[in-house]
């Protein structure tokens, strides 16, 4: 009864996850573009998911440290290397290419962890479809991530089909590759976006490639577990043996 109630209670966490994730991904990064109130709501919605992700996710010591290690990051990361760059002189994108990475990677553990949340046993209910939803905005996050880090080391990396590179400045370029990306994993392709380096290309491939098979993927394995729960259901019901 308990572990059920567990079970439950972390299928109910995947919503509100996925309710801050696309609130940071759909409303504070496009107004981060432009306004400064955007930064702020930004950085709150990824404070909130993180500290979300390490209360929720596991119950592990060892995960739910390197959660919180990932929280740190997020929360006092930029004002934190940019006096360590101040001191040592790495050089003006060192703090943002190292925030960066930490983000990928803490990104790269709460999908493996939603992802495990997901598929594991148990009735599929609306909170675990959800919980596939926020998944796939996490791996479109993590494109994004990866573009910007690829236009950091080679700018130019992907340009606008109009001509021009994408915007230096940090909230309007992680606007602009975080709509790319998203049009990119659901295969969109306005084509106001092209990729140019050959890395940028096989990342926009693989990015179009997973965003055709998930939801393949992902239905035929919820239809799985869902059939595998009611079969165990109907065995163990009294009344359905007789």
């Known amino acids: ?23 940071t991904q759909f409303v504070a ?6 306004h400064q109130a955007g930064h702020t709501l930004f950085d709150i919605g990824n ?23 990932g929280l740190l990051a997020v929360a006092a990361g930029a004002p934190l290397l940019d006096r360590i760059d101040a001191t040592l002189g790495f050089g003006p994108e060192a703090p943002h290419v190292t925030i960066a990475l930490l983000v990928f ?9 939603l992802t495990r949340r997901i598929f594991g046993p148990g009735d599929v209910t609306g909170h675990r ?12 996050a993590l494109f ?5 880090l690829l236009e950091l080391h080679s700018s ?42 050959p890395l940028a ?18 239905l035929a394995r919820l239809v799985s577990l869902h059939l595998v729960h009611s079969q165990r259901k109907n065995h163990d019901d009294p009344e359905m043996k007789e």
């Not at 990677?105 to 962890?113: C, E, H, K, Q, Y």
């Not at 479809?129 to 479109?140: E, F, H, R």
């Not at 130019?156 to 975080?178: H, K």
């Open 144 to 148: 994004a991530i990866a573009y910007d």
């Open 156 to 197: 130019g990396a992907i340009r606008l089909s109009a001509g021009g590179g994408i915007p230096l400045a940090a909230g309007a370029r992680t606007a602009e590759l975080w709509y790319y990306s998203l049009t990119t994993i659901t295969t969109t392709g306005f084509g106001d976006f092209v990729p140019i380096h």
């Open 29 to 34: 990064i496009p107004l981060a573009a432009r």
């Open 105 to 113: 990677a803490f990104n790269v553990l709460v999908t493996a962890l």
């Open 47 to 69: 404070l909130v998911f993180a500290v979300l992700c390490a209360l929720t996710l596991t119950k592990r010591h060892a995960l739910q440290g390197a959660l919180v290690v």
């Open 129 to 140: 479809v959800q919980g596939a939803v926020l998944v796939y905005l996490n791996v479109a």
């Open 201 to 218: 290309r096989s990342l926009t491939n693989l990015e179009a490639v997973f965003g055709q098979l998930f939801p393949a993927t992902l």
């Open 1 to 23: 009864m308990r572990l059920a109630w567990r079970r439950a209670w972390g299928d109910a966490n995947l919503s509100a996850l996925l309710a801050v994730q696309a609130f």
